[in-house]
C-alpha cells in the first residue's frame, strides 16, 4: 500500500500542470550549447525560489564576464527571451575546424588519345597521351592499348584512377607528371 501511495505521489508530481508553452520548449530545443540549453530548461522547469537559490550556490565571482557555455553564466528566467543573434553565434563558435563539405570541383572524366605506350621492368605500361600527361598502372596486367587509340581517364569517387580504352577495358592507374 505503500508502494502505490509514493507512486502517486510522484505522478501527482510529474504530470502537475506547468506554466510554459510549447514555443518556450522549442525557444530550448533550437539550442546547440548544451549550457544555454540547460539553462533555458532550467529556466522553464524549475521554480523560480529553487532557481534563485542555486544560482546564488553556484555562481562564482567571476573577475570578468564568463563565457557563454562554460556553465558559469546564470540561469535564464522565462523573462529573458533569447536572442536569435546570440543563438547563431554559438552554433558558429568552431565552426572552422570543421571538415568543408566536398564539392563537385574539376573534372571527373578526361578525354585523350595515346602517343606512346610502354612498359616498366616489373609489367606496368606507361601511357603518355596527347595533352602532355604521363600515367602508369598501378599493378602490372596485361591491357590492349596502341599509340593513337581513344581513351578516357575517369576518377574513382573514393579515389584513384581508371583508364578505359576504345573497347571497354579499364585499368588502374595513376599520374607521374
Same mark, same amino acid.
Given at each position: 500500500?505503500?508502494?502505490?501511495?509514493? =507512486? =502517486? &505521489?510522484?505522478? !501527482?508530481?510529474?504530470?502537475?500542470?506547468?506554466?510554459?508553452?510549447?514555443?518556450? +520548449?522549442?525557444?530550448?530545443?533550437?539550442?546547440? @550549447? &548544451?549550457?544555454?540549453?540547460?539553462?533555458?530548461?532550467?529556466?522553464?522547469?524549475?521554480?523560480?525560489?529553487?532557481?534563485?537559490?542555486?544560482?546564488?550556490?553556484? %555562481?562564482? !565571482?567571476?573577475?570578468? %564576464?564568463?563565457?557563454?557555455?562554460?556553465?558559469?553564466?546564470?540561469?535564464?528566467?522565462?523573462?529573458?527571451?533569447?536572442?536569435?543573434?546570440?543563438?547563431?553565434?554559438?552554433?558558429?563558435?568552431?565552426?572552422?575546424?570543421?571538415?568543408?563539405?566536398?564539392?563537385? %570541383?574539376?573534372?571527373?572524366?578526361?578525354?585523350?588519345?595515346?602517343?606512346?605506350?610502354?612498359?616498366?621492368?616489373?609489367?606496368?605500361? +606507361?601511357?603518355? =597521351?596527347? @595533352?602532355?600527361?604521363?600515367?602508369?598502372?598501378?599493378?602490372? %596486367?596485361?591491357?590492349? !592499348?596502341?599509340?593513337?587509340?581513344?581513351?578516357?581517364?575517369?576518377?574513382?569517387?573514393?579515389?584513384?584512377?581508371?583508364?578505359?580504352?576504345?573497347?571497354?577495358?579499364?585499368?588502374?592507374?595513376?599520374?607521374?607528371?
Amino acid at each position: 500500500m505503500l508502494r502505490i501511495k509514493s =507512486l =502517486l &505521489a510522484i505522478l !501527482a508530481v510529474t504530470i502537475a500542470p506547468t506554466a510554459f508553452s510549447e514555443a518556450d +520548449v522549442s525557444r530550448c530545443i533550437m539550442l546547440t @550549447n &548544451a549550457g544555454l540549453r540547460l539553462d533555458c530548461y532550467d529556466a522553464l522547469f524549475l521554480p523560480e525560489n529553487v532557481r534563485e537559490e542555486s544560482v546564488e550556490q553556484e %555562481k562564482p !565571482a567571476p573577475k570578468e %564576464k564568463p563565457l557563454p557555455g562554460s556553465g558559469n553564466e546564470t540561469a535564464r528566467t522565462s523573462k529573458e527571451p533569447i536572442q536569435r543573434q546570440e543563438i547563431e553565434e554559438y552554433q558558429e563558435f568552431g565552426k572552422e575546424q570543421l571538415k568543408p563539405e566536398r564539392t563537385n %570541383k574539376g573534372t571527373e572524366r578526361i578525354a585523350a588519345q595515346l602517343v606512346k605506350v610502354t612498359r616498366r621492368a616489373r609489367g606496368e605500361y +606507361v601511357f603518355e =597521351l596527347d @595533352n602532355g600527361q604521363v600515367w602508369v598502372q598501378t599493378s602490372p %596486367k596485361w591491357f590492349k !592499348a596502341e599509340p593513337g587509340d581513344p581513351v578516357t581517364i575517369s576518377k574513382f569517387r573514393m579515389g584513384g584512377y581508371s583508364l578505359r580504352n576504345k573497347g571497354g577495358a579499364s585499368t588502374r592507374v595513376r599520374r607521374l607528371n
